[in-house]
């Protein structure tokens, strides 16, 4: 074809356009140190990426978020004899729309987690059902002393005392994740099924994290509190107890898009998003492996 001059330019010759113009902004990322997992984890992300087309980051950040979970609370790295800290992760991934950000954490979140979430609660719908047994006595109870207060009201009596144990809290089920992220629904899980610690998946956390006071005006200083590990009460209007939580930790995983992260970065530096680890790679080509992670592996280890 002739250029511009009138000479003539085989299109062969002509390279490919240079899509790096388009990232100026960005840094090339680090290289993922898989080695460090060992051979056997390493095999394990590696597999687990090509099955969901990925870069090998993106299976990388749900694993040590959910780690870091699963050791919790038993375990703290201490780096002088007055500082100590959980090892509680926040991991989010960064991709473009289609990047297989949501697939690459399917093995952890649809299989593995799932089992261990069903072992932790063998033996939890008989004492539900306890507690139901014993709310019906509680009723039973409460009717008889209000009977014994009538009376005694009658003769001149001083009332009764209530009976004990009629406002035990009904039982949770035991878990290690969760996606409902009010402040008081995790409060009382840490509190009560979750002491090693709570692990909050989203699928996209720009929408968790740009809409944290909408329900409650403290909800972004919780969150960040929540990266320490420290106690923590919250007091309810409704309750005339509060909920005491022994170390609020919770780790975070989930992924979010380029353009949503840019606007996060808008708002006011108050630490959150420096509690991030965030993993940024550079896409792969699309080639799907048909060698699929040894899932029953990944949940004994």
Known sequence: MPDAA????????????????????????????????????NSWVLDAA???????DYVLA???????????????AQAT????????????????????????????????????????????????????AQQEANEAAVEAWKKDVRSAHRSGNAPPLPPAGIDDPEPQAPRVR???????????????????????????????????????????AFWIESYGGRPYRVERVKHPQPIDVPHLAVAVTGGTQPDKLRELMREADDGLLARFCWFWP???????SRTAPAVEWATEA
Not at 282 to 288: E, G, I, N, R, S
């Open 50 to 56: 090509k099955a969901a087309s990925c870069p090998p």
């Open 178 to 220: 969760q996606a409902d992220v009010t402040i008081e629904k995790v409060a009382v899980l840490l509190a009560r099924v979750a002491p090693k610690g709570l692990l909050i998946q989203r699928d996209e956390v720009a929408g968790w994290l740009l809409t944290m006071n909408s329900y409650n005006e403290g909800g972004r």
């Open 282 to 288: 550079d896409p792969v080509p699309f080639d799907l």
């Open 62 to 76: 749900p694993l040590l978020a959910t780690a870091s979970v699963l050791i919790g609370n038993a375990r703290w």
């Open 81 to 132: 004899s007055g500082w100590a800290e959980p090892p509680h992760l926040w991991c989010a991934v960064v991709g473009d729309s289609g990047s297989s950000k949501s697939p690459a954490s399917d093995t952890l979140m649809r299989h593995v987690l799932p089992t261990i979430e069903r072992r932790i609660t063998v033996g939890f719908p008989e004492l539900l059902r306890q507690w139901q």
């Open 6 to 41: 009138g000479f003539t330019v085989d299109d062969a010759e002509l390279p490919g356009p240079d899509i790096a113009v388009l990232r100026l902004n960005r840094r090339p990322p680090p290289p993922v140190p898989l080695a460090v997992l060992g051979p056997e984890w």
